[in-house]
T-cell receptor
Framework: DAGITQSPRYKITETGRQVTLMCHQT?????MFWYRQDLGHGLRLIYYSAAADITDKGEVPDGYVVSRSKTENFPLTLESATRSQTSVYFC??????????FGEGSWLTVV | DQQVKQNSPSLSVQEGRISILNCDYT??????FLWYKKYPAEGPTFLISISSIKDKNEDGRFTVFLNKSAKHLSLHIVPSQPGDSAVYFCAAYSGAGSYQLTFGKGTKLSVIP
């Protein structure tokens, strides 16, 4: 039972580069989410998806793009990385909201 | 405006005693609440949840209490164990069909052997 896997786990990139964080879940959950965790802010929602081809903005979407062509994948792209996007990114999924499962995180540093 | 507040950044408890972690919320539209535990360099792990139609939910050593009139919930861990040492996040969402969680900033629990 693989659950949710995120890749890469650790990434260093330069300002202005495009970066894609991958998220894959094996449960066929309808709902998927991307959160970022920063010191002093807890976890904040970037984007979410209710099903394949349905996505919507969360609290902090600026500078990010998502897509969901398949139910099991929900990649997050930073089109032009900035230092303020240095953070830990968590992908999550749920079938119904009673229990929302998180991946292990992707640590991104933008230099 | 912080809609979910965990006012204690840290808490230390002796092994075997009760740990009580508190959470307050301001959004009266929240109707489902979840607690997560997080170890360093790992993702949040779901612990326990409660619907707004209940005032208590229990799962083993973990019990969550919800006081809707006070907009307050608490997580009780009895007995506390050293392995419970982690950061605990309170989270909430409103309305089925979105499940967008709003998180508190977390409370770091240290259980002292």
């Amino acid at each position: 039972d693989a659950g949710i896997t995120q890749s890469p786990r650790y990434k260093i990139t330069e300002t202005g580069r495009q970066v894609t964080l991958m998220c894959h879940q094996t449960w066929s959950h309808s709902y998927m989410f991307w959160y970022r965790q920063d010191l002093g802010h807890g976890l904040r929602l970037i984007y979410y998806s209710a099903a394949a081809d349905i996505t919507d903005k969360g609290e902090v979407p600026d500078g990010y793009v998502v897509s969901r062509s398949k139910t099991e994948n929900f990649p997050l792209t930073l089109e032009s990385a900035t230092r303020s996007q240095t953070s830990v990114y968590f992908c999550a999924s749920t079938p119904s909201g009673n229990t929302i499962y998180f991946g292990e995180g992707s640590w991104l540093t933008v230099v | 405006d912080q809609q979910v507040k965990q006012n204690s950044p840290s808490l230390s408890v002796q092994e075997g005693r009760i740990s009580i972690l508190n959470c307050d919320y301001t959004n009266s539209m929240f109707d489902y609440f979840l607690w997560y535990k997080k170890y360093p360099a790992e993702g949040p792990t779901f612990l326990i949840s409660i619907s707004s139609i209940k005032d208590k939910n229990e799962d083993g050593r973990f019990t969550v209490f919800l006081n809707k009139s006070a907009k307050h919930l608490s997580l009780h861990i009895v007995p506390s164990q050293p392995g419970d040492s982690a950061v605990y996040f309170c989270a909430a969402y409103s309305g089925a069909g979105s499940y967008q969680l709003t998180f508190g900033k977390g409370t770091k629990l240290s259980v002292i052997p």
